[in-house]
């Protein structure tokens, strides 16, 4: 590891990384989500963070399709898409998470939808939860908040539910529509903070008040600037905390990121993304990241907007492993 870096100290094995790659993209309608991990691994992130940051990785160099856990047939439950698919494929990429968790080793998920977050936050709270006793605490980096009840929920779309299903706020006892979540994997509201958020959905609104949920929205960016909402985000979770960061490039504006399914203007600058992710990096609490919502097949001029996207999208990895600018 460079000197710079920062080691985590809720990680036994802190050189070490589980690669978990997601080729997932049930969780919404919009085919192309589920080429993002590929394509991140072929512009050289996994490349970079051996031979730059000099980490040792583990996990299947391949990309999981899960094809196998595709049901036959799996009409809409609740008012949720795909809803088996989505519950059958989050179930076992949380035992994924969770083996590389057990190991003491940093997690990182390459998505897919941000409906994966229901599996990767899982494995990593249980993982923790065993190895140290500890709740973990999740920063969620995005334009949405991504926690509709199936009853709020306007699009069905199980990237707009995650947070509501890992925290226990959507209940289910059905085992195959997500009743195989457990105490174990849930995440406690109160440890859970937004930054980024700009278009979220009156019955989500009505959801973050109700359960007290920290929030900081893009007006708090403006506002206080990035500096400080990251220090008051940080504060909130408390500086001895396992951290769990769950990173959708739709947090950026289109200008950064504009390969991915839900673009919303007026959001961070891909040094603001950064900036988050070199902070939480520099807290040493990180044991887990997510970066979803890369859909490389979303683009007016294909090829230049793909590549921009997933260039921002490696610099928000790398940023959170540590690279630093000096
Ligand atoms: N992970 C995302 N990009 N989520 C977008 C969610 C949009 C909208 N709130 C919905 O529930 O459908
Ligand atoms: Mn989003
Ligand atoms: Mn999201």
């Known amino acids: 590891m460079n000197t710079s870096m920062v080691k985590s100290k809720f990680l036994s094995n802190p050189e070490d990384i589980g690669v978990v790659a997601v080729g997932f993209s049930g969780g919404q309608g919009k085919s192309g989500v589920d080429a993002a991990p590929s394509a991140l691994i072929e512009s050289g992130l996994l490349a970079q963070l051996q031979n730059e940051l000099n980490y040792k990785l583990h996990g299947d160099d391949k990309v999981n399709a899960y094809n196998d856990l595709v ?17 059958a494929v989050t179930q076992r990429l949380s035992e994924q998470v969770y083996s590389h968790a057990k190991e003491g080793r940093m997690v990182l998920t390459l998505g897919g939808d941000h409906s994966i977050a229901i599996g990767t936050i ?3 709270a249980k993982a923790i939860r065993e190895r140290l006793g500890r709740e973990i605490a999740v920063i969620w980096v995005d334009a949405h908040a991504d926690i509709n009840t199936p009853e709020t929920s306007d699009s069905g779309n199980i990237h707009g539910m995650p947070v509501a299903f890992v925290s226990g706020l959507a209940k289910e006892e059905k085992p195959e529509y997500f009743g195989w979540l457990k105490s ?16 979220v959905d009156a019955g989500e609104k009505k959801i973050l ?3 007290g949920i920290k929030a900081f929205s893009m007006f ?7 500096g400080r909402v990251v220090e008051m985000a940080l504060a909130h979770i408390g500086n001895d905390t396992p951290i769990h960061l769950s990173f959708d490039v739709d947090a950026l504006d289109p200008m950064w990121a504009p390969s991915t ?3 919303v203007r007026g959001g961070l600058t891909l040094r603001e993304g950064d ?18 919502e890369v859909n490389p097949s979303l683009a007016a001029d294909r090829e230049a907007e793909a590549n921009e996207t997933i260039r921002a999208g490696c610099s928000l990895v790398r940023c959170a492993l540590g690279e630093s600018l000096l």
Not at 71 to 87: A, I, L, Q
Not at 220 to 226: A, F, M, P
């Open 71 to 87: 049901p036959k047939e799996d009409p809409p439950y609740r008012n949720m898409k795909n809803p088996g698919t989505v519950s």
């Open 122 to 124: 899982a494995g990593t």
């Open 184 to 199: 174990e994997h849930m995440l406690n509201v109160n440890k859970l903070v937004y930054i980024g958020l700009r278009d």
């Open 209 to 211: 008040r109700a359960n």
């Open 220 to 226: 708090d960016i403006d506002r206080y600037g990035i």
């Open 261 to 263: 399914g839900t673009p």
């Open 275 to 292: 900036f988050i992710c070199e902070s939480v990096h520099l807290t040493g609490n990180l044991v887990a990241v997510d970066l979803v």
